[in-house]
């Protein structure tokens, strides 16, 4: 069964470094979703991406976070500079499109910021 | 924006017995309602999907049901196992927007054998 990749799976990083996380999804999924959840809080949407346009980063901080898919495929996450509060699962996951269809979820990478 | 409420507590059931967890939301009907579970340290996995004019799904031993007047969903797992112990999320979409899903904070079940 097909699945979201994501790498890597762990990644310890110094306050004010930069750092990165990747995810590919699932073949021939239009939507791509980047989430940030902390321990006992449910998964809250970064950036939401229909092919390779931006469709919701409304709770994106624009100001160290980045995201891009350039080719509507795969897709990449990039803090930069990394603070200590940003420590927590960040989770990516593909649907065929938007809205009511099921999400697939990667793995996650979990990060801390020392 | 949609406010979600799931009970923050956690659930622990007897093995054998049904398991009801509850969504409760605010604001606007939402056209739809999604549950996933989650493993620790693990993504969240899609359970089933219920829309505002279904007043209830099944599959297997699971089984939502929808109550817009209530502005709330339920979710039963029957005949609970140890292997049900996880957490339950429930998701909605958001008035605006293109079709942004909320998720809940989730209740933690355990079924203790």
């Known amino acids: 069964e097909a699945e979201v990749a994501q790498s890597p799976r762990y990644k310890i990083t110094e306050k004010s470094q930069a750092v990165a996380f990747w995810c590919d999804p699932i073949?021939?999924?239009?939507?791509l979703y980047w989430y940030r959840q902390i321990l006992g809080q449910g998964p809250e949407l970064l950036v939401q991406?229909?092919?390779?346009?931006?469709?919701?980063d409304s709770q994106l901080p624009k100001d160290r976070f980045s995201a891009e898919r350039l080719k509507g495929v795969d897709s990449t996450l990039k803090i930069q500079p990394a603070e200590l509060g940003d420590s927590a699962m960040y989770l990516c996951?593909?649907?065929?499109?938007?809205?009511?269809?099921?999400?697939?979820f990667g793995p996650g990478t979990r990060l801390t910021v020392t | 924006s949609q406010k979600i409420e799931q009970n923050s507590e956690a659930l622990n059931i007897q093995e054998g017995k049904t398991a009801t967890l509850t969504c409760n939301y605010t604001n606007y009907s939402p056209a739809y309602l999604q549950w996933y579970r989650q493993d620790p340290g693990r993504g969240p996995v899609f359970l089933l999907l219920i829309r505002e004019n279904e007043k209830e799904k099944r599959k297997e031993r699971l089984k939502v049901t929808f109550d817009t007047t209530l502005k709330q969903s339920l979710f039963h797992i029957t005949a609970s196992q140890p292997a049900d112990s996880a957490t339950y999320l429930c998701a909605l979409p958001n008035s605006g927007g293109y079709q942004k899903v909320t998720f809940g904070t989730g209740t933690k079940l355990q079924v203790i054998p």
């Open positions: 996951a593909s649907s065929f499109r938007g809205g009511s269809y099921e999400q697939y």
């Open positions: 073949s021939g999924h239009a939507t």
């Open positions: 991406f229909q092919d390779e346009s931006v469709v919701d």
